[in-house]
């Protein structure tokens, strides 16, 4: 990385200090690299939870209302989903990416598309699991009213998505930190490429391993800054919505 | 037996013969019509049809326990209907039952037509207001009972206007005093313009003044031709609502009968102990 040899000198540098003073250098000259790197890792990020929310979501509130054999043993595999581990989800998108694999001859592996894929495979279950949790108590509260007005567990599952909408902020809120902090999915499907598919923690990783402690830390503080951010603007959303709906 | 029919008082052996028929069996509690609504045949469907109300042997067991026994009656159409005792009696049990939303264990419960469920509401002791503002509650039955959006935004108005609750329509609902949402409930269920409106206790947590409140918006709707089905433990609040009483105890459903007999001296010994106030169970 260009990075690095311009804001760090050789050798360690025990100093957290330093470490600051290189991320402000990063954001104050707009390094483009860094700058590259910072947009891929939001852009991936982003739309990987915009992608598993689409399927997560649903499925919880789903989950939340339906009942039927086995919906506990579905309710224990889907916890246990939250678990797993990102270089496994990685691992899994390869295997169907990879040229032997079902999906190769999309030519999707070692592409920002992969990256996406693989991360929303690993949200989705977060989110399916933690807005099953939190729309099941809203369910208890309105599951005579809906069926008085004659409304099937089908139809209950946009009214509770939508009433139940500021504490789904906070789940989405869970699986964005989740996909933005990965490292394991993002390398085995993206392959660290400079310029194409390297993201923030990919580039923490090589940095690290090649020695550069400042600038992978600067990078890390510039990462859970913008993780920080995100969460500031969410809140702040969700805050004044909140004060107009009640 | 065709939709639009009124049941005429047969014995069990006639009601099983017609639960044989095509579209018979619809007509019980037992075999609910679980598919939602669709199109706008639920809103004002008619003006008559679905009373009166038939329930034969109505039992309800909750595990070991035998909340209703053999409970029968009928109801007409006419004044509103009271549901009293003691609690415990199964009066909550029974209007859930009523509305579909329990099953019985058995016994029936025959509507005049099979559209039944469509025009009926219920109001719940502790109304069930949505996350929305309160035009957005009010309005939302009517959408999903297929109204256009801005068609369910007029008779929401309307109806909110008639318990005194315009001038609210955009702050959030659950932000209402308890008294002022019972009367958003009230506008919902009215909205509806069901022919059977159930109510739960609906003053149980009011102040006196929300109490009265609500109870003048009930008569109103009553006046306008609904049916008003009933539960209270409030005695002052049946005897200023009720056309009939309907004395449920233990479980079992000791009398029926008009309001006035009833105040004046109820047939059974049970009865005149609660109106003494000795029956608490």
Known sequence: MTASDTNCQSGRVQDLASAFATAL????????????ILLLSLRVSLTALALAALVG??????????????????LVALNALMGLPPVVAGLLIYLLLSRAGPLGPLGLLFTPTAMVIAQAVLIAPILAALSRQVLEGLWEEYAEQLRSFGAGPW????????????ALMTVLLAGFGRAAAEVGAVMIVGGNIEGFTRVMTTAIALETSKGDLPLALALGLLLMAIVLAVNALAQGLREAAAERAG | MRATESLPRKGLRHVMADLFRPGGARILARTPDPSPIHGRSRIGAGTGGILPLRVEGLCYRAGAVEVLREVGFTLEKGGPSLIIGPNGAGKSVLLRLLHRLLRPSAGQILWGTPEAARRQAMLFQRPVLLRRSVLANAAYPLRLAGLGRAEAMARARAELAQVGLDGLADRPARRLSGGEQQRLALARAAALQPEVLFLDEPCASLDPAATRAVEEIVQALAARGTKIVMTTHDLGQARRLAAEVLFLHRGRLLEQTPAARFFAGPESAEARAFLRGELLW
Not at chain 1, 25 to 36: E, F, H, I, K, S
Not at chain 1, 155 to 166: K, N, Q, S
């Open chain 1, 25 to 36: 250098g990063l954001v104050a000259t707009a390094d483009p690299a860094v700058m590259r």
């Open chain 1, 57 to 74: 979501l649903p499925l919880g509130a789903l989950l939340a209302v339906a009942r039927f054999p086995g919906r506990q043993a579905v």
């Open chain 1, 155 to 166: 139809r209950a599952v946009p009214t509770l998505l939508w009433d139940g909408r500021f």
